[in-house]
């Protein structure tokens, strides 16, 4: 059987692509990848076997972007705790426990300004937001003024000024732990984080001291280490300020259907012999 | 008046006979009398528009929290049992489906200017169609008739305050005419959904799902259908409910109170 698989699409890292699987299919020609992240996968692995490999970067960015706006809204008008005072058997409960954070006016640090992240300062402007950026390198002047962007080259000078610092960067050995305590402690205590990149991008560990201690006002996350958190106890699990969501922000219908049909045309390329639309390659 | 309180009626105004102004918080006033307190020589005032900004976030933030099952998803992921997550739960996507508004006012058109950026198309009812520049300005398309809002609509989001004409004006007959895939998000007044026919469309799937910031009465019994269903979201009334403008709303009611009892014109009066 091993040796008719041509093709993988690697629906949620799973099966995992190590040397064993790698050998047990000789005539595997590509792996698509259902999604932008390649984190998961050892791209110099693949590579070496002779394997090529695809993601589905423009599918993508728009449900992600979606999804990083809304976690930051739920969190700013603390949606998840309102909507269950609303719905509690006991009728009782404290004005100040239903005051949220005033969005318009607000700053948005975005940390990763790549298309999911420029699409997100595209939704923020329009929500009366000023926005930061943080990026490897500096978009074009015409991008920024479309958004009202400015950008920080240092990422502490956006970290001291934001009211919502956003991560939208992909996990690589750079951006690991990229937000660890020093970083939140450059926070306001006022601001709120909210991760819709990697777990392994904030150090999580420092990241539930924060918010235990109130160094930072609360957070969203999409993404956690590992995915879901370990039931026994989970002190992300418990915490007010928190909200946690289940890595659904490539989770929609559209995006679905979308993203399998960039696999698709991957393939198809692949099996041909032809260049591939989204190849990625090992940097 | 923070909240509907207290009610002010024939047998209140008759037991304070100095009472010169009424202040209260927000813009609905829907629950005030304004020609009886005319009658009785008391000034009204409201917080019209320092509302609007955060209203019109709240709306959006139950848009995507409704279509992305934000509230669902939440539970999911700090549940005792998650031992995973089922590859097949799926939200619906925001970015480019249709946005129909119902009440273009001030809160509307800023809802709209928010949906833009999200590339929603974004239909809109209201009682006169708004100037073409302010309509190219968000994309939106006038729909005379709600009727074609309705049918089009992916997200149908009430904006309107309440008036006799806009009581009950979405029923079984408006829920029937939206898509089965539909959401109806509600930032106007309880009383502009017929809450009945309401419920019974979320049971029988007549439409998909319902996030409420407002319901008749606030808050509701406690063993209302409503509070039980999965595809409903609720809020309590949080449209104006954050720090900064709660104090600008108390600034602004003291400002009216002060102009009333110096008999000078009040600012934000009602009439």
Request: aromatic letters at 4%; one cysteine or more.
């Amino acid at each position: 059987v091993g040796k008719k698989v041509q093709a993988i699409y690697l629906w949620w890292h799973k099966p995992v692509i190590d040397r064993e699987l790698l050998q047990s299919l000789p005539n595997l020609k590509v792996i698509a990848n259902s999604g932008v992240g390649m984190d998961h996968l050892d791209l110099r692995l693949i590579a070496s076997s002779g394997v090529k490999m695809a993601n589905a970067p423009h599918a993508v960015s728009s449900a992600t972007a979606d999804a990083g706006m809304a976690l930051l809204l739920a969190s700013a008008r603390r949606l998840v705790e309102v909507h269950h005072i609303a719905i509690s058997p006991s009728m009782e409960y404290c004005e100040a426990d239903i005051l949220g954070v005033r969005v318009a006016g607000a700053t948005l640090g975005i940390i990763g300004m790549g298309s999911i992240g420029y699409k997100i300062a595209l939704r923020a402007k329009a929500f009366e937001m000023n926005i930061l950026y943080h990026n490897r390198t500096r978009r074009k002047v015409q991008e920024e003024q479309v958004v009202g962007a400015t950008y920080c080259k240092k990422i502490d000078s956006l970290l001291q000024q934001a009211d919502f610092v956003m991560l939208v960067v992909s996990l690589t050995p750079q951006t690991h732990n990229l937000i660890g305590k020093r970083e939140l402690e450059l926070m306001k205590p006022t601001a709120t984080l909210i991760n819709i990149s990697r777990g392994a991008v904030v150090d999580q560990e420092a990241l539930v001291a924060a918010l235990q201690t109130g160094v930072i006002r609360a957070a969203a996350l999409d993404v956690t280490s590992p995915e879901p958190l370990p039931r026994l106890d989970h002190p992300l699990l418990k915490l007010k300020n928190v909200i946690i969501t289940p890595h659904l922000g490539i989770k929609t219908d559209k995006a679905c259907y979308m993203i399998t049909k960039e696999a698709v045309e991957n393939i198809l390329a692949a099996l041909s012999g032809l260049p591939l639309p989204n190849e990625v390659l090992p940097s | 008046m923070w909240y509907h309180k207290p009610a002010i009626n024939e047998e209140l105004l008759q037991s304070l006979p100095n009472l010169k102004v009424v202040a209260s918080s927000g813009v609905g006033i829907d629950h005030l009398d304004v020609k009886l307190l005319s009658s009785y020589g008391v000034k009204v005032a409201n917080t019209p528009f320092v509302v609007s900004t955060d209203t019109a976030d709240m709306g959006m933030a139950l848009l995507l929290a409704s279509s992305r099952r934000i509230v669902e998803g939440h539970q999911m992921a700090v549940s005792p049992d998650a031992e995973y997550f089922p590859a097949d739960w799926l939200g619906v996507e925001v970015s480019g489906a249709t946005l129909g508004i119902v009440g273009m006012g001030t809160i509307g058109y800023k809802v709209a200017e928010r949906a833009k950026a999200f590339e929603m198309k974004i239909l809109y009812h209201n009682r006169s169609q708004r100037k073409k520049e302010e309509e190219n300005a968000v994309g939106a398309v006038y729909c005379k008739k709600i009727d074609d809002l309705l049918q089009q609509s992916d997200f149908v989001l009430l904006a309107v305050n309440l008036t006799p004409q806009t009581h009950k004006l979405i029923g079984k007959r408006e829920l029937e005419l939206m898509k089965p895939t539909a959401t109806l998000i509600n930032i106007s007044r309880g009383l502009v959904v017929d809450q009945d026919a309401l419920v019974e469309a979320l049971q029988n799937k007549v439409i998909k799902a319902a996030a409420l910031d407002v319901t008749y009465p606030e808050p509701l019994p406690r063993d209302h259908p409503l509070l039980k269903l999965k595809n409903v979201i609720i809020t309590p009334h949080i449209g104006s409910a954050t720090t900064k403008t709660r104090w600008v709303m108390m600034e602004e009611m003291a400002e009216s109170i002060e102009a009333g009892l110096a008999g000078l014109p009040v600012p934000r009066e009602v009439l």
